[in-house]
Structure formats: structure tokens, C-alpha cells
């Protein structure tokens, strides 16, 4: 990402959260708070551009932010069941997760861990909309790419000998395989039995047909154009592979179909994800 400000992808995924609020029915994910930390100009413009956000493009887009998000708080509620008290958000951006917590009284604590400006810009966000920080929140700053993990979360406070559950969405495709791994590597070595995390991953476009490879280059080149380039890409059977080579005991890919049935079925609208959008989830 850039590093003299907030990512710019942040700003889009946020958008569309709200935006799916706004245009979608009956919503996959309800989340009252997108519309209040993103800027009011960019409220208006989902209502004035329509069109624009109902395109098939970003259809696809919205849809695969929207069903992440709910899966992943679905599965965290499983977590909190079993005794999970620790949720660390990788790559926070404008999530509202920590805002809206349900399960303060349970005693979780979460730790948003983002890059240093897009922190920033979120605290200048959450001021103007008057959403308070909570007291079983910690913001952590890192820059993936130059900071180790393991570091920033000690500084914050967790606790490596309880279990935690971690969500890491929208962010694997803009680092380094390497950088990537080595975080996985850190969660699966360093954090107890009953762990897990969640995140989205995207696939090689040499592994569709042309059409969809026609639609990835489109995608690819809008994020590129806003100076985050797409970086890596996973095979699913190998990163599922990989990833019990490294310690974790389970690992399932959750693919598009799979998505598609679980959120989007007997929908009038067409929402629906594309064939590029995998989750992961891996337990430790």
C-alpha cells in the first residue's frame, strides 16, 4: 500500500459494506456502523450512482466482502462458544466488528493490527463520526511487509497462551507469498490448540477459462491503477497442503459454489460472488 496514507482499499471495501446496506435486499450482512465511518459524501454517492455499484463488476466485488465478513463473524461466535476471548483482525481497515462487539460482556477482547496510516485515518474516521473506542479494544500498527507480528502483538498485549481466533481479509493478495506464509507459519507455531483463523485468498487467473480471466485482468487492473497491485495467488489444494506442512491441523477451502449456496441462493438481484473469491480456514 502507499505508505503516506490510508490504503485506498480500505476506502473501497468500506464503501461497499456500506453500500450493500443501502442497495441489498435481503442483506447478507448487517452492519448499521459502515454508514457512519466512511465520509458522508461517499454515503451520497451510493445513492446517487446506483447504477454504477449494480454492475455486474461490482456486484461480484461487493458480494465477496459482504460474505466474508459474515462468515467470519459467524465463525467467531462458535469460537466465543468453545471459550475463545481473544479476536486479533489482521488488516483491519474501516471494519466495525470492534464497535458493535456483542460479546463484551463475555470478555472479548479484539486487536485490530493495520498498517500506521490507515490507523491513523480510521481514528480521524471514528472521531468524526463519533464512535467511541472501546476499552476491550487495542489498535496495533504494522507494515506487514517490514514488521514482524509476533512484535506489534506482544506490544498489544496478547496472550499467546490462550487460543485466539484471527480474521485476515482483503489482505493476502497484496503481499509477498513469502510474507504471507511467514504470518501463517507465526499463527500456527506460537498460538495454542483450538486457534484458527479466516481469510481470503485469491486464485491463479491461468486456472480459468478466458472469460473469467478476461474479468480478473479487469479487476486487476482497477486495483493496480489505485497502487495496490494484486501479488500473490494460491492454488487451493496446495495452500491447503502448505498449510498443515507448517503445523495446522486442519485447513478447508470454502470456494465460490460454496459461497454461493451459503449466502446467495433464491436471491432476485443476482448478488453473487465470482470464481476468484476463496476463504480459508485453518485451525491450529
Known sequence: MKQNGPSLTAKKVAMMRAAHQILDNPKVFEDHLSLDIIDPQDVSAIHSEKRKFKTRLHSYLRAIVVARSKFVEDE?????????????????????????????????????????????????????????????????????????????????????????FFSWLGVTMYLNRETMMATMNYISSSTPSGSEIIFDYTTPPSSQNFLRRFVFRLIARKIAAAGEPW??????????????????????????????????????????????????????
Open 231 to 284: 501479488r500473490s495467488f494460491f492454488d487451493p489444494n496446495s495452500l491447503v497442503a502448505d498449510l498443515k506442512a507448517i503445523g495446522f491441523t486442519q485447513a478447508e477451502d470454502i470456494g465460490p459454489d460454496e459461497i454461493n449456496a451459503k449466502f446467495f441462493v433464491n436471491r432476485t438481484d443476482k448478488l453473487m460472488v465470482g470464481n476468484f473469491g476463496h476463504l480459508m480456514k485453518a485451525q491450529v
Open 76 to 164: 467467531l461466535s462458535v469460537a466465543i462458544k468453545r471459550g475463545v476471548r481473544q479476536y486479533v483482525i489482521l488488516g483491519a481497515g474501516l471494519d466495525t466488528f470492534a464497535y458493535r462487539n456483542p460479546y463484551s460482556n463475555d470478555g472479548l477482547k479484539v486487536i485490530e493490527v493495520d498498517h500506521p496510516a490507515t490507523q491513523k485515518w480510521k481514528r480521524q474516521q471514528l472521531d468524526a463520526a463519533k464512535i467511541p473506542i472501546p476499552n476491550n479494544l487495542i489498535l496495533a500498527p504494522i507494515d506487514f511487509e517490514n514488521q514482524m507480528l509476533a512484535d506489534q502483538l506482544h506490544e498489544a498485549g496478547f496472550k499467546t497462551d490462550e487460543p485466539s
